[in-house]
């Protein structure tokens, strides 16, 4: 049976979207996903252990099902070798600095998208913001040209500074994008999180967020998993934790292995060596 039973819709997706959705989410029989998030850099920049992309990815690529970034840190910081399934950024135009983060367009095109043989397009959408309206339309733009070419599309639900992080909030957000016909939405954990699984007929992948103790972020992700999330994607607590390597590890034994917090932390979680430290040595 197809990995990608999961995934509500399936049957009448064409070959290459069926194709690219199994490399985000149909390369376990779980049907679940761990994604690596280094795509920061596009509005905050030189974000704090991810200053030099290059050494900080290449550690990590080895245990992460995919990896989410901008086209400029793919085509200098990964080696086209790699045969990690590319989640390419494809919304941006504001800064930490400016004027307001929600005032995002879409920032590369589908023909350069193809080029970097991206398995799949994440965009941002705003809802409540300013500009929520450009967004949705960001992500209605997309979508249409992702059907055409066979690449789903991530949308990926940011949350303003006024706006709640809960069920009801979060739920609104995933419905609407799901909606506007996002194949699988980003979004944060919250209380009654399963309520927003129901409510939302496509995969939701789990926001890691701010950095968090290290325990604490295995329990956020065991939380979501059990919640009936079909994966995460975790940047700042993975690569700015003391162990990068083995915190990815533990996260993919909670996702994937079923481990508990407890299981995760004892296995995995340990004193920084040459074997599980990112560090300037390694290039």
Not at 241 to 261: F, Y
Request: with cysteine.
């Amino acid at each position: 049976m197809s990995n990608l039973r999961f995934v509500q819709g399936v049957r009448v997706m064409n070959w290459g979207m069926k194709n690219r959705l199994s490399q985000i989410m149909g390369r376990h029989d779980d049907g679940r996903c761990v994604m690596l998030a280094v795509d920061h850099g596009y509005f905050l920049g030189p974000t704090e252990g991810l200053e030099n992309p290059r050494e900080v990815i290449s550690p990590l690529l080895p245990f992460t099902d995919s990896i989410m970034l901008t086209r400029g840190i793919l085509r200098t910081s990964v080696r086209p070798e790699s045969c990690v399934p590319v989640v390419l950024r494809v919304s941006g135009g504001s800064s930490i600095i400016g004027e307001d983060l929600s005032k995002e367009a879409v920032i590369a095109s589908i023909e350069d998208a193809i080029r970097l043989n991206a398995s799949c397009l994440a965009v941002s959408v705003f809802i409540g913001s300013k500009y929520e309206h450009q967004t949705l339309t960001n992500l209605a733009r997309l979508v249409d040209e992702g059907e055409r070419y066979g690449i789903p599309i991530l949308a990926v639900t940011a949350v303003g500074r006024e706006m709640a992080r809960d069920s009801r909030y979060l739920g609104l957000s995933c419905r609407i994008a799901a909606e506007f016909g996002a194949h699988i939405v980003k979004t944060y954990y919250c209380n009654d999180f399963d309520t927003v699984v129901r409510s939302c007929p496509v995969p939701l992948v789990i926001a890691g967020g701010k950095k968090l103790d290290e325990k604490d972020a295995l329990k956020l992700a065991h939380d979501a998993i059990s919640s009936g999330a079909s994966g995460v994607d975790m940047g700042r607590n993975i690569w700015q934790s003391k162990t990068p390597v083995s915190m990815i590890k533990a996260v993919r034994s909670i996702v994937h292995e079923g481990l508990d917090v407890e299981g995760a932390c004892s296995t995995f979680i340990h004193q920084p060596t040459k074997a599980n430290v990112t560090t300037k040595l390694q290039k």
